[in-house]
């Protein structure tokens, strides 16, 4: 079955940086789009990025652009979010998300606090 594992979350200062990773089994990975969203306590979940299979397109939320990337490895199966200049407003848990047949599948999510 479907599954995403995601890890890398954890407390930072504000200005530092951190990489999410997310590992995914049980489909063809270079096959479907990957995602990062986040989501606060009373809030919606809100996408941050996306990348394509073939990684030759991406795009991000406004307050993401120049400060996150998103890629992927597609021999590892494994999807990043490399996240810089990090700011409290940036504390979420953030979530690795596939759309694949009709289905949407989440992983559990790693915390991300940012916070002196």
């Known amino acids: 079955q479907v599954k995403l594992v995601e890890s890398g979350g954890g407390l930072v200062q504000p200005g530092g940086s951190l990489r999410l990773s997310c590992a995914a089994s049980?489909?063809?990975?270079?096959?479907?789009?990957m995602s990062w969203y986040r989501q606060t306590p009373g809030k919606e979940r809100e996408l941050v990025a996306t990348v394509t299979q073939t990684s030759d397109s991406t795009n991000y939320l406004d307050s993401a652009k120049g400060r996150f990337t998103i890629s992927r490895d597609n021999a590892k199966n494994t999807v990043y979010l490399q996240m810089h200049s990090l700011k409290p407003e940036d504390t979420a848990v953030y979530y690795c998300?596939?759309?694949?047949?009709?289905?949407?599948?989440w992983g559990q999510g790693t915390q991300v606090t940012v916070s002196s």
């Open positions: 998300y596939v759309f694949r047949l009709g289905y949407t599948y």
């Open positions: 049980g489909f063809s990975f270079s096959a479907y789009a």
